[in-house]
């Protein structure tokens, strides 16, 4: 077969015989490491305990669109994550600024996108549990646990990766899953722009009393949106951006207080506040790289983008370069090319920069002009927020683009994107948009 042929030449001895190492178990990581090992490239995850924010668990849901769900089906993991999801069905946009010249109430509805559903809203933990257990168990993927890759070393025809225990892997590719502070990606020589906000995020689950029917709420206030996003049930997951002090005395608040808190945010919108969980809190940034890939580095998730969580487009970011990295290895190793060389990263680095620089611009645009004091930008807001409010061509395309960015769509983001992969024609497919 010309895959295996392809393949064996870029074996590595210290990674097993993989074309690709992945590092970083996080949602990122374990999907891109799944991603690759579905569309037949073998790879080898070193991760380590994945403890966001050196928390014990990720406490964080995540709003993941269609194409990111067919991504989850695809690797095989959505039947056991469904029934802890819950569809999104409609987000609106409520302006709690204030402010003299308000922007009109929004929403928008799946149905507008020919959709039954956004996406669904995924608890990370969960997430990263059942990604695990699937890596844990595909062929074609080894996992190497790791207490971390303690330093990266690229040569002209390898990374090699010196890992905490003393063992050395070694592949063509390194994908860099290994979060914002990435050592992979330091080690390429990619060099990024880092920015932080005069914010911070407290994020919890909390019941209530009226059914949020499928609705995701943002109200937007000055300081940052609060966010509610549905969960199974009479359950929402909360995102509550705030000014860091202000977002400090919150995380203290005593339960019943922050109960009431809650409440005197929603004003009434989801009846009483029942249970809440428990809390963490988030500082918000920016991070952008020059390229996605460079000397056998190719970056994915956090890496290579932190976006503020406004609009749910982290991890949607992240899995969309987990499956477009998969198509382009896959196609460099059914033509017999170097899986990590410069012709691979080229591409992918093309084909992932105008998504993710797109929606950092755009979301960074929507949060200052929530934070600026000074009254054109307000009225400038509000003029666009009118403009989508309007029925019409635009704000369907507007609408299908904040799902899923019309210019290409990853074989595994696609439905029956398995079966073309399983067919052996996913470097065909690629040329190709659905
Ligand atoms: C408040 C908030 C709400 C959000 N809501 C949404 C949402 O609704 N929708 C959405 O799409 N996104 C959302 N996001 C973004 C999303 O949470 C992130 O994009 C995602 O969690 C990042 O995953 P990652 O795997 O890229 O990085 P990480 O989760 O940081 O994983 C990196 C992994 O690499 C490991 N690692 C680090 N260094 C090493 C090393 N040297 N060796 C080995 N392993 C290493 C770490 O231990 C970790 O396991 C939100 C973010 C925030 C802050």
């Not at 987990?322 to 460099?332: G, H, I």
């Amino acid at each position: 077969m010309v895959l295996n042929l392809a393949v064996g030449s870029f074996m590595s001895r210290n990674a097993g015989h993989a074309s690709a190492l992945v590092i970083g178990g996080g949602p990122a990581g374990l999907a891109a490491a799944l991603a690759l090992a579905a569309a037949g490239v073998p790879v080898t995850l070193a991760a380590g305990p994945h403890r966001p924010g050196g928390q014990d668990r990720d406490r964080r849901t995540a709003a993941l669109f269609a194409g990111s769900v067919e991504l989850l089906r695809n690797i095989g993991v959505w039947d056991d994550l469904e029934d802890q999801c819950a569809p999104l069905k409609a987000i609106q946009l409520i302006d709690d600024t204030g402010r003299l010249f308000r922007a009109p109430e929004v929403t928008f509805r799946a149905e507008e996108a020919g959709l039954d559903a956004f996406g669904y809203n995924v608890p990370n933990d969960a997430l990263v549990t059942v990604l695990a257990a699937r890596a844990a168990g595909t062929p074609g993927l080894t996992l190497h646990p790791t207490a971390g890759v303690r330093n990266v070393r690229i040569s002209a025809g390898s990374v090699m990766a010196d890992l905490a225990e003393g063992d050395v892997l070694s592949a063509p590719l390194v994908v860099a899953a290994d979060g914002r502070n990435s050592i992979a990606r330091d080690a390429s020589g990619i060099t990024v722009e880092t920015w932080s906000y005069p914010q911070a995020a407290v994020v919890t689950w909390f019941t209530h009393q009226r059914a949020h029917d499928g609705i995701s709420t943002e109200f937007h206030r000055t300081v940052g949106p609060f966010t509610t996003v549905p969960m199974p049930g009479r359950t929402s997951s909360l995102v509550w951006v705030e000014e860091p002090r202000e977002a400090e005395r919150i995380m203290a608040l005593s339960e019943a207080e922050f109960r009431r808190a809650i409440e005197g945010r929603l004003k009434g919108l989801l009846g009483s506040v029942g249970e809440a969980g428990p809390r963490a809190m988030f500082p918000l940034s920016g991070l952008t790289p020059d390229v996605f890939g460079r000397n056998r580095v190719a970056l994915v998730g956090e890496s290579g983008h932190v976006i503020p969580p406004i609009g749910a487009q982290g991890l949607n970011l992240g899995l969309r370069d987990a499956a477009t990295l998969a198509d382009c290895v896959s196609e460099a190793i059914v033509e017999g090319r170097d899986p990590g060389g410069s012709a691979v990263l080229d591409r992918y680095s093309a084909l992932r920069a105008p998504d993710v620089n797109g929606r950092i611009t755009a979301v960074d645009i929507l949060n200052r002009t929530l934070l600026s004091p000074y009254l054109p930008v307000h009225l400038l807001r509000g003029l666009g927020l009118h403009v989508l409010n309007l029925a019409g061509p635009l704000r369907r395309r507007i609408v299908r683009e904040g799902v899923q960015p019309a210019a290409y769509v990853p074989v595994l983001m696609r439905s029956g994107g398995l079966d073309v992969v399983r067919a052996g024609r996913g470097a065909a497919a690629v040329a190709s948009p659905a």
